[in-house]
Nanobody, 121 residues
Protein backbone atom coordinates (compact mmCIF):
# COMPACT_ATOMS: atom_id res chain seq x y z
CA UNK A 1 0.00 0.00 0.00
CA UNK A 2 1.35 3.40 -0.99
CA UNK A 3 1.51 5.93 1.80
CA UNK A 4 2.67 9.53 1.89
CA UNK A 5 2.51 11.13 5.31
CA UNK A 6 3.26 14.81 5.76
CA UNK A 7 4.29 16.38 9.04
CA UNK A 8 5.91 19.51 10.36
CA UNK A 9 3.24 22.08 9.68
CA UNK A 10 2.13 24.60 12.24
CA UNK A 11 1.76 28.24 13.16
CA UNK A 12 4.76 30.51 12.75
CA UNK A 13 5.35 34.23 12.65
CA UNK A 14 6.38 35.95 9.45
CA UNK A 15 10.11 35.60 8.96
CA UNK A 16 10.20 32.28 10.76
CA UNK A 17 11.00 28.79 9.53
CA UNK A 18 9.40 25.38 9.33
CA UNK A 19 10.56 22.05 7.97
CA UNK A 20 8.00 19.79 6.40
CA UNK A 21 8.55 16.07 6.03
CA UNK A 22 6.98 13.64 3.58
CA UNK A 23 7.48 10.03 4.67
CA UNK A 24 6.91 7.62 1.80
CA UNK A 25 6.31 3.89 1.61
CA UNK A 26 4.92 1.32 -0.76
CA UNK A 27 6.70 2.32 -3.96
CA UNK A 28 10.22 2.66 -5.38
CA UNK A 29 11.25 5.86 -3.67
CA UNK A 30 14.68 6.17 -5.30
CA UNK A 31 13.20 6.12 -8.81
CA UNK A 32 10.38 8.55 -8.16
CA UNK A 33 9.82 12.26 -8.31
CA UNK A 34 8.47 13.84 -5.14
CA UNK A 35 6.73 17.16 -5.20
CA UNK A 36 5.37 19.63 -2.69
CA UNK A 37 2.16 21.46 -3.47
CA UNK A 38 0.06 23.93 -1.54
CA UNK A 39 -3.50 25.14 -1.61
CA UNK A 40 -4.78 28.21 0.16
CA UNK A 41 -8.50 28.76 0.81
CA UNK A 42 -10.26 29.88 -2.34
CA UNK A 43 -7.20 29.32 -4.51
CA UNK A 44 -6.07 26.61 -6.87
CA UNK A 45 -3.42 24.10 -5.94
CA UNK A 46 0.06 25.43 -6.64
CA UNK A 47 3.27 23.54 -7.24
CA UNK A 48 5.93 24.63 -4.78
CA UNK A 49 8.91 22.41 -5.44
CA UNK A 50 9.85 19.00 -6.73
CA UNK A 51 12.83 16.70 -6.67
CA UNK A 52 13.63 13.75 -8.92
CA UNK A 53 15.32 11.12 -6.78
CA UNK A 54 16.82 9.20 -9.70
CA UNK A 55 18.88 12.15 -10.93
CA UNK A 56 18.72 14.76 -8.18
CA UNK A 57 17.14 17.51 -10.25
CA UNK A 58 15.12 20.04 -8.34
CA UNK A 59 12.68 22.79 -9.24
CA UNK A 60 11.17 25.67 -7.31
CA UNK A 61 8.29 27.99 -7.95
CA UNK A 62 9.41 31.58 -8.38
CA UNK A 63 7.48 32.57 -5.29
CA UNK A 64 9.68 30.39 -3.05
CA UNK A 65 13.07 30.48 -4.75
CA UNK A 66 15.81 31.43 -2.34
CA UNK A 67 13.60 30.74 0.68
CA UNK A 68 12.62 27.06 0.40
CA UNK A 69 14.91 24.06 -0.03
CA UNK A 70 13.82 20.56 -0.97
CA UNK A 71 15.94 17.56 -0.01
CA UNK A 72 15.70 13.80 0.11
CA UNK A 73 16.90 11.13 2.53
CA UNK A 74 16.75 7.79 0.73
CA UNK A 75 17.68 5.90 3.90
CA UNK A 76 14.47 7.17 5.48
CA UNK A 77 12.36 7.36 2.31
CA UNK A 78 11.60 10.92 3.29
CA UNK A 79 11.59 14.21 1.43
CA UNK A 80 11.91 17.47 3.32
CA UNK A 81 10.90 21.01 2.53
CA UNK A 82 12.85 23.55 4.54
CA UNK A 83 10.93 26.80 4.52
CA UNK A 84 12.72 29.94 5.64
CA UNK A 85 11.71 33.60 5.74
CA UNK A 86 8.09 32.60 5.69
CA UNK A 87 5.47 35.12 4.60
CA UNK A 88 1.75 35.32 5.35
CA UNK A 89 1.08 34.46 1.71
CA UNK A 90 2.76 31.09 2.29
CA UNK A 91 -0.22 30.10 4.43
CA UNK A 92 -1.81 26.99 2.91
CA UNK A 93 -2.27 23.27 3.24
CA UNK A 94 0.93 21.67 1.99
CA UNK A 95 0.77 18.24 0.40
CA UNK A 96 3.39 15.97 -1.08
CA UNK A 97 2.96 13.82 -4.14
CA UNK A 98 4.98 11.01 -5.64
CA UNK A 99 5.18 10.15 -9.30
CA UNK A 100 7.06 7.19 -10.80
CA UNK A 101 6.98 8.88 -14.23
CA UNK A 102 6.79 12.59 -13.51
CA UNK A 103 7.08 15.41 -13.36
CA UNK A 104 4.51 16.53 -14.27
CA UNK A 105 2.39 15.31 -11.37
CA UNK A 106 -1.18 14.31 -12.02
CA UNK A 107 -4.19 13.40 -9.94
CA UNK A 108 -3.44 9.75 -10.75
CA UNK A 109 -0.15 9.93 -8.84
CA UNK A 110 0.21 9.28 -5.12
CA UNK A 111 -0.85 12.10 -2.82
CA UNK A 112 -0.65 12.70 0.90
CA UNK A 113 -3.35 14.22 3.08
CA UNK A 114 -1.55 17.48 3.72
CA UNK A 115 -0.33 19.54 6.64
CA UNK A 116 -1.45 23.04 7.53
CA UNK A 117 1.05 25.89 7.50
CA UNK A 118 -0.10 29.20 8.91
CA UNK A 119 2.11 32.26 8.87
CA UNK A 120 0.98 35.17 11.00
CA UNK A 121 1.93 38.76 10.20
Amino acid sequence: EVQLVESGGGLVQAGGSLRLSCAASGFTFDESAIGWFRQAPGKEREGVSWLINRDGRTHYADSVKGRFTISSDSAKNTVYLQMNRLKPEDTAVYSCAASPQGPPFTDDDYWGQGTQVTVSS
